[in-house]
């Protein structure tokens, strides 16, 4: 029997319509079996102060733990500004924090961006495998996941509807598994 791999699908968005949301949720219905996927929102994540390392708050302690116990994390997240939104980044260092102890710390990644617009969060995605980078986290290379024109890929429950879409998210949640699987051998 193959390895099921856990995976943190962590959503760079707080927005209750997210289209990052909504793609995660999709991701999880078109996961292979050798995935399970925990889709982690950060509506409750608050700001990183290292001040408060001493006695780190419950909330930072949860997320770094479900992190820490996935076998490889994949981003969704939307553009803000040509980067990822400040949600995002708050996550990412409240994960990595105290230096030394980053649950990220070689875990397989993959990085799925989306806008409305046509170069699907284009400056996002590059702009967070840089961070990873740093992070020590090896990004799928291949294909890579730009989403432009999300704004009628969802039915008003959330479904995803987009056809073309569907079968793009199918092809990279399979590649994506095939580099996890590859990573962990």
Excluded: C
């Excluded at 989403?147 to 479904?159: K, L, M, Q, R, T």
């Excluded at 569907?166 to 590859?182: G, H, M, S, T």
Aim: no cysteine; charged share 20%; hydrophobic share 40%.
């Amino acid at each position: 029997m193959a390895s099921q791999f856990s995976v943190a699908v962590i959503v760079g968005s707080l927005r209750r319509e997210s289209f990052s949301l909504k793609i995660a949720k999709a991701l999880t219905k078109l996961a292979p079996s050798s995935l399970k996927l925990d889709v982690i929102t950060l509506n409750e994540l608050s700001f990183y102060n290292q001040d408060l390392e001493a006695t780190p708050p419950a909330d930072w302690v949860s997320f770094r733990e479900r992190v820490k116990k996935a076998d490889a994390v994949l981003f969704v997240t939307p553009e803000y500004n040509r980067s990822v939104p400040g949600v995002l980044k708050n996550a990412i260092d409240v994960g990595s924090r105290p230096y030394g102890q980053s649950v990220f710390d070689g875990k397989p990644g993959g990085v799925i961006s989306n806008s409305p617009g046509a170069i699907g969060g284009f400056g996002a995605n590059h702009h967070l495998r840089q961070s990873l980078v740093f992070l020590n986290v090896p990004v799928l290379q291949q294909p890579e996941a730009y989403v432009g024109g999300i704004g009628d890929a969802f039915d008003e429950n959330g479904e995803l509807v987009k056809t073309s879409l569907r079968e793009f998210l199918e092809a990279y949640i399979k590649a994506f598994a095939a580099w996890v699987a590859q990573q962990k051998k």
